[in-house]
């Protein structure tokens, strides 16, 4: 079966698409699925996946699976980015390699010359290959506990950080950063030590503790990159740098806060350009709530707010909902903070607040660029929540996100911006309230009975739950349990109802009330399927939602 047979198949190109793609590839020459990848009808994984099908091959997202540092040992980076493979584990005496081309019989001859053992392949894709080659031998070259541990030692032999050890620390922290996908970076003084954790799918975990004298010289490094006040520390301080890694460019964000042991920094990574750009499907969200958001994605104005706390994935969600858009019959204009991924047949612009560049001043003029969909960050405000109210009903499709815990709490929160209440009960299609939860690991995943107060919490939310499921832990799982995220979400759709209710100003309760009888099904039931389904544990529901 040919790739473009099977890409349509799975729904992830339309005829139009391939069309367009086949036009291109006369013109420049590449295969067609190089083609696809460059125009952003689909991504570099959904490529690979379907190569892996068509080659009777097993697909591996690299990205989240570890490499044996003895096996890079084995084979050196000229061999391996030569041959295109890289060597995963050994299991009873065979190799299991990763390739980007199905028919990479050299990768297999060269595992076979160097070690004399028969090499398993494994299919992912370039872009992860590429990415994820370059960070290993990096850090095997580079181990991040060791520039750690001499400045350590130096400083415990002589009293004294050497100062040309900050800069070094503080890269290979940011770079430890990247490596395990953190979202934030804490800095803090702990018991008379400095403490660093890493925010990772959520949870802060240990990262590496330094003698309290390197504290100073480690928050001045971070301010001098953040063009901070050095000299400040009794005030609280914001500011950014770029961090440049493997030839990427990374925004980090900075925070620093005075504490009563000294200051506080908290730098926050944001992967600009390098997110994996998901589609509905993949995100997680249940069968019936992907449906009606696709089907609301094809009405032609109205607002869409996707809510929830700080990295809960909303702009994950929003790009996933711009690809069942077809950009090739309506225009996509977008205001971002950052553009976390580039997308084919959108024009993209970012907030630049420095020269005053900012939602509401891009909203403004937006209008004037002939959109049919606009994607608008954040309704952060008065202004920007008028902006988003005004183009909706002007004949625009508008989403957004907004800073709320559940669906129905955005139709207070807009109200404290300044909402009017028949512009906004007109205008406003849907609000979807969403979470991540933590995923167990599938290679560690094991069961056991339900005890007395979870069979009654199934109980009273009138769920069957056969067994418990969670993970014990592995390597390749750092242990955790958990391998991944998934996401649940409540979706409120405005029907008639509610529209006369907002404009009425009905209570939260009686909001809720209507939203359930329109088919909302709460954060909290859609979270406790998923513990019934064996995707998650009850514990990181009740973290996440309470």
Do not use: W
Not at 18 to 32: C, D, F, S
Not at 220 to 226: D, E, G, N, V, W
Not at 350 to 368: S, T
């Amino acid at each position: 079966m040919r790739l473009g047979d099977i890409l349509l198949e799975r729904k992830l190109l339309t005829e139009q698409e391939l069309n367009i793609a086949l036009n291109v590839q006369k013109i420049t020459g590449n295969v067609l699925g190089k083609c696809l990848t460059s125009l952003g009808f689909i991504t570099s994984s959904e490529l690979a996946e379907v190569l892996a099908i068509q080659h009777g091959l097993e697909y591996i997202d690299i990205r989240h699976y570890p490499v044996e540092t003895e096996l890079l040992k084995i084979f050196p980076k000229n061999i391996t980015e030569s041959a295109k493979f890289l060597p995963l584990e050994e299991t009873d005496g065979v190799i299991k390699i990763v390739v980007t081309e199905p028919s990479n019989i050299v990768a297999l001859d060269k595992v076979k010359s160097i070690t004399g053992k028969r090499a398993k392949p494994y299919l992912t894709d370039e872009e992860s290959f590429v990415d994820i080659l370059e960070k290993v031998y990096y850090f095997l070259e580079n181990p991040t506990e060791k520039i750690i541990e001499d400045a350590i030692n130096a400083t415990l032999t002589t009293g004294i950080t050497p100062p040309d050890s900050f800069p070094r620390i503080v890269d290979a922290v940011l770079a430890e950063g990247i490596r395990r996908g953190a979202t934030d970076i804490h800095i803090n003084i702990n018991a008379g030590i400095v403490s660093i954790f890493y925010r990772v799918d959520g949870i802060l975990e240990p990262g590496y503790f330094l003698p309290r004298t390197m504290h100073t010289g480690l928050v001045s490094r971070i301010k001098i990159l953040s063009r901070l006040d050095i000299a400040e520390q009794r005030l609280p301080q914001d500011g950014s740098f770029i961090f440049t890694f493997i030839g990427k460019k990374y925004e980090v964000r900075v925070s620093t806060i005075p504490t009563v042991e000294g200051e506080s920094v908290v730098l926050r990574i944001l992967f600009g350009g390098s997110e994996e750009f998901y589609s509905l499907n993949k995100l997680g969200f249940n069968e019936t709530l992907s449906l009606r958001l696709k089907t609301l994605i094809k009405k032609p104005n109205g607002i869409m707010l996707v809510v929830g706390p700080t990295g809960s994935g909303k702009s994950t969600t929003l790009y996933a909902l711009i690809r069942e858009i077809n950009r090739l019959q309506r225009s996509v204009i977008t205001i971002e903070d950052p553009v976390e991924y580039r997308i084919s047949f959108a024009k993209q612009s970012e907030v630049n607040e420095k020269i005053g560049y900012d939602f509401a001043l891009a909203g403004r003029n937006f209008m004037r660029h002939d959109p049919d969909v606009i994607l608008l960050g954040e309704v952060r405000d008065e202004e920007t929540g008028k902006i988003a109210i005004r183009a909706s009903i002007t004949g625009h499709l508008v989403l957004s996100t907004l800073h709320t815990s559940d669906a129905v709490s955005s139709i207070p929160r807009l109200f404290d911006l300044g909402a009017d209440r028949f512009l906004l009960s007109s205008s406003l299609l849907a609000v979807l309230s969403q979470r991540l939860l933590r995923k167990i690991c599938p290679f560690c995943k094991t069961s056991r009975d339900l005890n007395e107060r979870e069979k009654e919490i199934f109980l009273s939310a009138g769920l069957h739950c056969e067994k418990i499921y969670y993970g014990i832990g592995c390597k390749i799982c750092r242990n955790t349990g958990f391998f991944g995220r998934v996401a649940i979400g409540e979706l409120m759709i405005i029907n008639e109802k509610i529209r006369d209710m907002i404009y009425e100003g009905a209570s939260f309760n009686a909001l809720t009330e209507a939203a359930k009888e329109n088919g909302m099904i709460p954060l909290i039931i859609d979270g406790l399927k998923k513990v019934a389904d064996g995707v998650s544990t009850l514990d990181d529901v009740e973290r996440v939602i309470g």
